[in-house]
């Protein structure tokens, strides 16, 4: 078994690696560029009913409806925030025109994913790639959507690997909850990415806002894709199975900056195995 400074020195290397791809972290904090589909449910060129014949994706597509009477238990690892070393998780906010996107600096790389895919075919590292957000929820559970699903993206660290994992955080409004500190974080930029391919403000989220979500929550884990173009089917997903509470108000300021819905609409399961991993 790997020791914890093994571990450490390994993510250390990692994070050299990806500050010398400096193109990349330029490329990042300009401001984003259009986007070619988009959440209207009636633009027959670039709305989601498009997508599947645009993009060509296979029959593993995200997201899908968790049905919890099918889902197969077994036994796995928490999800851990890690390197937990500065505090906070530093990056940049912007709005795409279809979705807030928080994008960490690149030395501040960080994963809840780290060693889960140890030894499995998805043997590989992951660092975190961004935060954005879907209202309603994307994933529903028992044919029952939230009103809101935070998407914690891992991305591979070795570019030759086209590899995904997404924790995926479900909410319900109750005004009776206290404020979540994630969505005031992300809230607190708000008049900067309030217009559609702003300039990245930068902002940094407490690493605790973060670990606080996933806790030692039991999670669902099935194979599937991204679920916006270009919908590649290439991801883990880990879906917390805790629903978590936030007010209304915060839920609601984030619904209101698209016109639309933005989750996609729940695609076929087929032939996948939904697992419940109990930590
Ligand atoms: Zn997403």
Same mark, same amino acid.
């Given at each position: 078994m790997t020791s914890s400074v093994e571990k450490t020195m390994l993510r250390s290397l990692a994070s050299s690696a990806t500050a010398a791809m400096a193109p990349l972290a330029r490329a990042a904090s300009r401001a984003p560029a /259009? #986007?070619?589909?988009?959440?209207? *449910?009636?633009?027959?060129?670039?709305? *989601?009913? @498009?997508?599947? =014949?645009?993009?060509?994706?296979?029959? /593993? #597509?995200?997201?899908i409806d968790i049905v919890k009477g099918d889902a197969v238990a077994v036994a796995g690892p928490a999800l851990r925030l890690v390197p937990p070393t500065s505090g906070s998780v530093s990056g940049s906010v912007a709005n795409t025109g279809n979705q807030i996107v928080l994008t960490p600096d690149a030395d501040a790389k960080t994963s809840i994913v780290d060693g889960l895919f140890r030894g499995s075919p998805d043997d590989a590292t992951?660092?975190? =790639?961004?935060?954005?957000?879907? @209202?309603p929820a994307e994933h529903a559970v028992d044919g029952v959507l939230a009103d809101l699903e935070v998407h914690v993206v891992h991305q591979a660290d070795n570019p030759d690997v086209d590899r995904f994992a997404v924790v995926g955080l479900l909410f319900n409004a109750d005004d009776s909850a206290p404020e979540s500190p994630l969505l005031s974080a992300i809230l607190s930029a708000s008049e900067e990415y309030a217009e559609p391919l702003s300039e990245p @403000? *930068?902002? =940094?989220v407490d690493a605790a806002a973060i670990t606080e979500l996933v806790g030692d929550s039991p999670y669902y884990a099935y194979p599937g894709s991204l679920t916006t173009p270009p919908l590649t089917e290439a991801v883990s997903w880990l879906v917390i199975a805790n629903i978590h509470k936030a007010p209304a108000w915060q839920i609601e300021q984030l619904t209101q900056i698209f016109p639309y819905p933005t989750n996609r609409p729940v695609q076929p399961v087929n032939d996948r195995v939904v697992n419940i991993v109990t930590p």
């Amino acid at each position: 078994m790997t020791s914890s400074v093994e571990k450490t020195m390994l993510r250390s290397l990692a994070s050299s690696a990806t500050a010398a791809m400096a193109p990349l972290a330029r490329a990042a904090s300009r401001a984003p560029a /259009a #986007q070619p589909w988009s959440w209207d *449910p009636k633009d027959t060129v670039g709305g *989601p009913s @498009t997508w599947h =014949a645009t993009y060509c994706p296979g029959h /593993a #597509q995200s997201p899908i409806d968790i049905v919890k009477g099918d889902a197969v238990a077994v036994a796995g690892p928490a999800l851990r925030l890690v390197p937990p070393t500065s505090g906070s998780v530093s990056g940049s906010v912007a709005n795409t025109g279809n979705q807030i996107v928080l994008t960490p600096d690149a030395d501040a790389k960080t994963s809840i994913v780290d060693g889960l895919f140890r030894g499995s075919p998805d043997d590989a590292t992951f660092s975190l =790639a961004n935060i954005h957000f879907h @209202t309603p929820a994307e994933h529903a559970v028992d044919g029952v959507l939230a009103d809101l699903e935070v998407h914690v993206v891992h991305q591979a660290d070795n570019p030759d690997v086209d590899r995904f994992a997404v924790v995926g955080l479900l909410f319900n409004a109750d005004d009776s909850a206290p404020e979540s500190p994630l969505l005031s974080a992300i809230l607190s930029a708000s008049e900067e990415y309030a217009e559609p391919l702003s300039e990245p @403000t *930068p902002l =940094a989220v407490d690493a605790a806002a973060i670990t606080e979500l996933v806790g030692d929550s039991p999670y669902y884990a099935y194979p599937g894709s991204l679920t916006t173009p270009p919908l590649t089917e290439a991801v883990s997903w880990l879906v917390i199975a805790n629903i978590h509470k936030a007010p209304a108000w915060q839920i609601e300021q984030l619904t209101q900056i698209f016109p639309y819905p933005t989750n996609r609409p729940v695609q076929p399961v087929n032939d996948r195995v939904v697992n419940i991993v109990t930590p």
